[in-house]
């Protein structure tokens, strides 16, 4: 008997023909990059070194886009901000041992921002893995122990056969709520020998997708419905998800008010009339929720931010929607349904009962008042003043990118990112030097619009090397860099802390020369004249330095009282 599928399968004439005549000169890494383009993949980024020189080769042999970092940890954040901006795994080349460890903080970010990253390291020779020290360059006793857990999965090769499967399935893994980066480790020896395995064409790697128990959505639907005071917390896997649509939806359907967490910001309208923005970081929006009856909590797994740093105690019942297993419940007791956004979402939109609330909007509009006010009481015109520029001078479909820096925690909760996908900072795992490489990644994805990158000058010393990247690809990116001559923040938290900061003063280089030599245009502004020389450098094509002197505050935190 014949089934479709073997069909499906069966080979052509012209297909068996290139399989038994592979072309020559090809060898591991031509099996790599192959099965990349099979996989859909148009670009890479890393490092070349000496293990991986084989998958470096095999490059020129493709069609693939390399974009080469000077760093491997700022080519991991490429990597994660074009998985963000694409939804695809971002492949990133990467040699052993030091290379590979140097990626390993860029690839803590994306793990916790759930961004799609498939790297690919070299590794020690066939015959040194196993944990004996035979004193290869490089060498690890257990390279891949490393890494197991800061990534999704792990894989190992140890034969050309191998290299498909184990991409595919990393691939998979990568894509596969929640996204996260994966690991590939593949030998020396492997990668250089010749092969005459057949060139790799079309791989199937689809994600899984992970919908929710229905019996769960039933309960959390009948909840929902019911509801006197519902409210919603929108987290980054409504952005993963590309679920922005959904939650809008179900909170006009269900009459809830909505506040979006620092990953999730522009996951729903910032001026909606049931928007309570992002101000989770303040004690009005902590009250409005706890007094809430029902809070229904969607990609996110209400951690210190999103939690007013664990200040939060719901009174009401709490359902939360998550796809990363580990978080479910993991800081409030809830009913917990093990879904992705989109699909979680769109089976309440399906079971809810559409409910009218005429005071919704009142509470909210008051809510936001109070936290205006609260801000407005402490002082701080610059500070909103410069984060009111930025927002006038980025166009309004720009994704920017934000460093641990001052401006990007009032960006958390204070700017609008006028849509899903458009604002990102390193707020999941907090490592500074994310902004401006990141950015490079996404124009890299997006070549149609400008990007901007937002640093303070400790921040940006970790990644001043990638302006040479950004010329050799004339990257379109404007960097913003916040020069208050330290590590801002952590003078703001000492000083409040024990009378005096320690170590967070640093020399000043001039970063408008700095820029302008390598062939990047610097302009030094002020607050002043900030709006104005920022859409000037964003308007202009190709890669710009904008630097600012000044030294921001934080508002008053609500947590410590």
């Not at 790799?200 to 929710?212: I, N």
């Not at 909103?384 to 641990?404: E, G, I, T, Y």
């Amino acid at each position: 008997m014949t089934h479709d599928h073997d069909l499906e399968l069966r080979p052509t004439a012209a297909q068996i023909s290139a399989a038994l005549n592979p072309p020559p000169g090809r060898n591991g890494g031509d099996l790599v990059v192959e099965t990349l383009a099979g996989l859909g993949a148009t670009t890479v980024f890393g490092l070349p070194g000496q293990h991986a020189l084989g998958m470096f080769d095999a490059l020129r042999r493709s069609d693939l886009r390399y974009i080469g970092l000077r760093v491997e940890n700022n080519a991991g954040f490429a990597a994660d901000a074009y998985g963000r901006i694409t939804g695809e795994a971002a492949p990133l080349l990467l040699s052993t041992g030091p290379g590979a460890l140097t990626s390993l903080a860029a690839l803590q970010e994306a793990r916790a921002a759930s961004a799609p990253v498939l790297a690919i390291s070299s590794q020690i020779p066939t015959p040194g893995l196993g944990g004996g020290r035979h004193g290869y360059l490089h060498e690890l006793p257990d390279q891949s122990a490393s890494f197991r857990g800061v990534v999704k999965s792990v894989h190992t090769v140890r034969t050309q056969s191998q290299i498909p499967s184990a991409i595919a399935e990393a691939w998979k893994s990568a894509l596969t709520a929640p996204h996260g980066p994966v690991w590939v480790e593949i030998p020396q020896d492997v990668l250089l020998a010749e092969t005459s395995l057949p060139v790799v064409t079309a791989v199937d790697a689809t994600p899984e997708d992970l919908v929710p128990r229905p019996e769960l959505t039933a309960v959390a639907a009948d909840l929902l419905s019911r509801a006197a005071r519902p409210a919603i917390i929108a987290g980054g896997g409504v952005i993963r998800a590309d679920a922005s649509k959904k939650l809008r939806q179900l909170a006009e359907k269900l009459q809830a008010p909505v506040v979006t967490t620092p990953g999730g910001k522009g996951a729903f309208p910032w001026t909606h009339p049931l928007s309570l923005q992002s101000w989770l970081e303040d004690r009005h929006t902590t009250d409005f929720l706890e007094d809430a009856d029902v809070v229904l909590v969607v990609g996110s797994g209400l951690g210190e931010l999103s939690s007013n740093y664990h200040t939060f105690k719901p009174r009401g019942r709490v359902v939360q929607i998550e796809a990363d297993l580990g978080k479910l419940e993991s800081n409030h007791p809830a009913l917990g349904i093990h879904a992705d956004a989109w699909h979680g979402l769109q089976a309440l939109l399906e079971t809810v009962t559409e409910r009218t609330d005429p005071t919704a909007e009142t509470r909210v509009a008051e809510l936001l008042v109070r936290v205006r006010e609260r801000i407005a009481a402490q002082e701080l015109t610059l500070e909103q003043s410069v984060l009111a520029s930025v927002r006038k001078a980025l166009p309004a479909n720009s994704p920017s990118f934000w460093d641990m820096t001052i401006l990007a925690y009032w960006a958390w909760s204070a700017f609008d990112a006028k849509g899903p996908n458009h604002l990102h900072s390193a707020q999941g795992a907090g490592g500074l030097g994310y902004g401006f490489p990141a950015a490079l990644g996404a124009a890299a994805a997006d070549p149609t619009r400008p990007v901007l990158a937002v640093s303070g000058d400790g921040g940006a010393l970790y990644s001043i090397a990638e302006l040479a990247t950004a010329k050799q690809y004339d990257l379109n990116v404007t960097w913003l860099i916040v020069d208050d001559g330290g590590y801002g923040i952590l003078r703001e938290y000492m000083t409040d802390a024990f009378g005096e900061a320690t170590a967070t003063e640093l020399t000043r280089p001039d970063y408008v020369a700095l820029a302008e030599s390598f062939g990047v245009r610097g302009v030094r502004t002020s607050p002043e004249t900030l709006e104005e020389d920022l859409a000037k450098s964003l308007a202009a094509p190709g890669p710009s330095v904008v630097v600012l002197p000044a030294v921001l505050r934080m508002f008053a935190a609500t947590h410590l009282g």
